[in-house]
């Protein structure tokens, strides 16, 4: 990330010092969607997540950093770092009824993607959480029918933004 030395396995693709720059970030996070979120916000929500239909969400950092390395390299290679095995049980931990959940089920990918990747990252990353928690994989709940276009990593030079209403626009490089 920073072109520095990976000191420890541990690290994964990025070193300590680009880890601890994600894991020390102090920001007020929204209680729903987990997004950060202004201090003196109503019941510690964003606001902008009202309108989604989903109860809660959380997640181990934000999108950058040895974060995103991370997890562009989960894609290539079915393996979870300590260092994000350690952010993965954090955010588990961070949910408030998770005494509830009965069992993790991982967004399948398509048969074709599949075939061409080897592996499900999503059920390497429920494996791994099911392995810290307990808690058992249905990686047959869910069946993907539609092969959706590729997420931003294979897009090319696509920019996506997100507007205040939470409105997703694409804009051309």
């Known amino acids: 990330v920073c072109g520095g030395a990976i000191e420890s396995w541990r ?3 990025a070193c300590s010092g680009c880890w601890r720059e994600i894991e020390q970030e102090a920001v007020d996070l929204c209680a729903k969607c987990w997004a950060p979120a202004p201090s003196a916000s109503s019941a510690g929500r964003c606001g902008r997540c009202d309108h989604f239909a989903f109860n809660v969400v959380r997640s181990c950092g934000p999108y950058r950093g040895a974060m995103r390395e991370a997890v562009l390299r989960l894609k290539g290679a079915p393996h979870i770092p300590p260092r994000l095995r350690g952010a993965l049980r954090q955010a588990f931990d961070a949910l408030a ?3 509830l959940i009965e069992s993790i089920i991982p967004t399948p990918l398509h048969p074709k993607r599949l075939a061409e990747r080897g592996f499900n990252q999503a059920e390497v990353i429920a494996r791994e959480l099911a392995a810290l928690t307990g808690l058992r994989v249905d990686p047959t709940a869910l069946i993907r029918v539609k092969k959706t276009e590729l997420h931003r990593a294979g897009m090319g030079a696509r920019l996506i ?12 490089d």
Do not use: C, H, W, Y
Not at 161 to 172: C, H, P, S, V, Y
């Open 161 to 172: 933004a997100m507007d205040e209403t939470g409105k997703i626009n694409r804009l051309e």
């Open 11 to 13: 690290d994964g693709v």
């Open 97 to 99: 009824d998770s005494n």
